[in-house]
């Protein structure tokens, strides 16, 4: 004669499917690694909120390097020297242009100005280790708008112009001739407790027709009646 087996305390919950529910214990480990994790992210979120700052001002950096480059890069690109007006260059002031100095005659870019030549100058200002980019513009037409200034760069530690001689195939950073343009110009900004901006270069393009009878030679138009 068989003896029925009798249940255990367990075989009632492996019946149900083997489900069991936390122990004390555990539910006490659960919530000391949540604890754990919310204060781990509320430390990070001052260090977040750093490199969201960062990351922003990086991209106003990039946004303001940007500006500064395609206006300057336009000026450029599109200057002009005396000899290129003719006799309508004669009588204006020798265009200064050395590491400091960057005198220009040029239009400026579709939506600034009324058209027309400018003479500018894209002058460092301030001592080492603070130093400022204004810009200059007055008109060369009498019925012009007036002249005015302003900043291009604020605070950075270090502006420099320089000039390549292609006769000399070299840098300078004083360009003594005002009647030829060099070959190319450079801009090098270097913020103040950041990385230096890549370097602005850019060349003049060549002049002719009305303006002038290019000299290859001389890099320069020819003078008249020459």
Do not use: K
């Amino acid at each position: 004669m068989m003896t029925p087996a009798l249940a255990t305390p367990d075989a009632a919950p492996a019946a149900a499917g083997g489900r069991r529910g936390m122990t004390l214990v555990e539910a006490l480990v659960a919530l000391a690694l949540l604890g754990m994790l919310a204060v781990a992210a509320v430390g990070l979120l001052p260090l977040m909120n750093r490199m969201a700052d960062r990351s922003g001002a990086l991209q106003r950096a990039a946004a303001d390097l940007g500006r500064v480059h395609d206006f300057t890069r336009f000026l450029v690109i599109n200057a002009l020297t005396p000899g290129d007006l003719a006799r309508a260059g004669a009588d204006l002031p020798p265009l200064r242009r050395d590491a400091r100095h960057f005198d220009v005659l040029a239009p400026l870019p579709v939506g600034l100005g009324r058209g027309g030549l400018y003479r500018m100058a894209l002058t460092v200002e301030g001592a080492p280790g603070h130093e400022a980019l204004r810009l200059r513009v007055a008109p060369l037409r009498p019925d012009g708008p007036p002249p005015g200034d302003g900043l291009l760069i604020d605070g950075a530690a270090r502006i420099a112009w320089s000039y390549f001689d292609g006769q000399a195939h070299a840098w300078t950073d004083h360009w003594a001739d005002p009647a030829t343009s060099p070959a190319l110009v450079r801009l090098d900004v270097a913020p103040a407790g950041g990385e230096a901006w890549p370097p602005m270069i850019a060349a003049p393009v060549v002049r002719g027709g009305v303006l002038c009878a290019y000299d290859p030679v001389r890099g320069a138009c020819r003078p008249e009646g020459g």
